[in-house]
């Protein structure tokens, strides 16, 4: 039987370990060091595979500059004032009032949808649902389709009618 070794290069230490347990250590190590250096991010040879343990910044053979931080300058000597990277990133979260609009839209469309026709309003969720019109049609015991569609079209015209004063 071999003997393997699992090496801590913190402490510079090999402790010695069944073959198993090398396996189970070394499995994910290897995954990354294969895929760093994929992305030419990793130099090491074969001989020093071992010693991998994950920690690329501190690494003597890391060669990459793949890892930016969001404080990076990104106009270095201009005479202005200095942009991050992180300056850069648009913000995409909506801001109080949008959200408490939107809140409030949304309160006057389910007001409204409360006080519309109650066949009106079944023809407005079911369509809301994803029902098909035939589906429609079968749920409210319509006799076509095509009166599933009449209805549906006032329904929603009523709806826009009532929303306007809230827009």
């Given at each position: ?116 026709d109650p066949d009106m309003r079944q ?7 994803g029902k098909s019109e035939r589906e ?23 709806l826009q009618e009532r929303m306007k004063?809230?827009?």
């Amino acid at each position: 039987m071999k003997n393997r070794y699992i090496y801590i290069r913190s402490t510079r230490q090999q402790v010695p370990v069944s073959e198993q347990e090398f396996q189970d250590y070394y499995r994910d190590i290897n995954a990354y060091r294969r895929r760093m250096q994929e992305h030419k991010c990793c130099n090491c040879p074969p001989r020093c595979w071992l010693t991998c343990d994950m920690d690329c910044l501190t690494c003597p053979f890391h060669c990459g500059n793949e890892f930016l931080s969001l404080d990076a300058i990104t106009n270095p000597g201009s005479d202005s004032d200095p942009i991050t990277l992180g300056d850069t990133i648009s913000d995409d979260t909506p801001s109080i009032e949008e959200i408490v609009a939107d809140k409030q839209l949304l309160d006057a469309l389910f007001a409204e949808l409360n006080e519309l026709d109650p066949d009106m309003r079944q023809i407005v969720e079911l369509t809301l649902d994803g029902k098909s019109e035939r589906e429609i049609a079968t749920i409210t015991g319509a006799p076509t389709q095509s009166t599933v569609n009449y209805r549906k079209k006032k329904a929603f015209q009523a709806l826009q009618e009532r929303m306007k004063k809230h827009l």
